[in-house]
């Protein structure tokens, strides 16, 4: 029997609700905001809301990209696979987050839900036609696709030019500052993903990831509550530490 995570979810067998939009309490965040109560209702027509579990895979990389995806619960990890069969995370998404923009008519890499986490699906091509008919919301998608390329570059920067501490503290930093614009207290943030979901992120062995987090709550830099929890305890040392001045 395949293992639950190698299965992708059967998304039409998921849709809860005629208007997800009436319920949503992410909409600020996310594709939706600002749009009139006419606008929001033209692509609540067009949306579906589905719910997958843990380790679901939601987009497979070279697959037709038939559908886009926000995140309103969970989160969501990206990442590509290299012809020898590693693997390279490339980001993690939050409620908010927009998911399965592709450039060309396949999707370029995979997402895979790391906790149970709800999405609003909407169809490619009734997305696009709509976009024609609000030039705002197109706006508003071709800002969150400039995010995209804003975080892609702090990536480079983070696997080219630090060091392995500067690297988790500036991953840190950068869960902090995503809480932080949506309202949320910097201090805290959440790590659904594993030590070796960041590693490959960061382009760091498991190990050094794990070392590095003792180390820091070790030196009363960060606390660690429970699993999948982190709380920031001295932001000025977390800092000074990813722009390696310590």
Known sequence: MRSRSQVAPKIDSHVSGHSPCEKCNIAEMSLCHALSCDDLQQLSSISSSIE????VTIINEQDPANFLFNVTGGSVKLYKLLPDGRRQMTGFLFPGDFLGIAMNDCYAYSAESLEDTRLCRFSRAKLE???KKLPHLENRLLNMVS???VLAQDQMLLLGRKTAKEKVCSFLLSLSKRVQSKNGQATNISLPMGRSDIGDYLGLTTE????TLTNLKKSGIISIPTNGELEITDMQELTDL???LD
Not at 52 to 55: E, I, P, S
Not at 208 to 211: D, G, W
Request: hydrophobic share 35%.
């Open 52 to 55: 997958v579990g843990k380790g």
């Open 129 to 131: 036609e709509l976009l």
């Open 147 to 149: 995010n995209e390329l």
């Open 208 to 211: 050094t990831v794990s070392r």
């Open 242 to 244: 990813a722009e390696g």
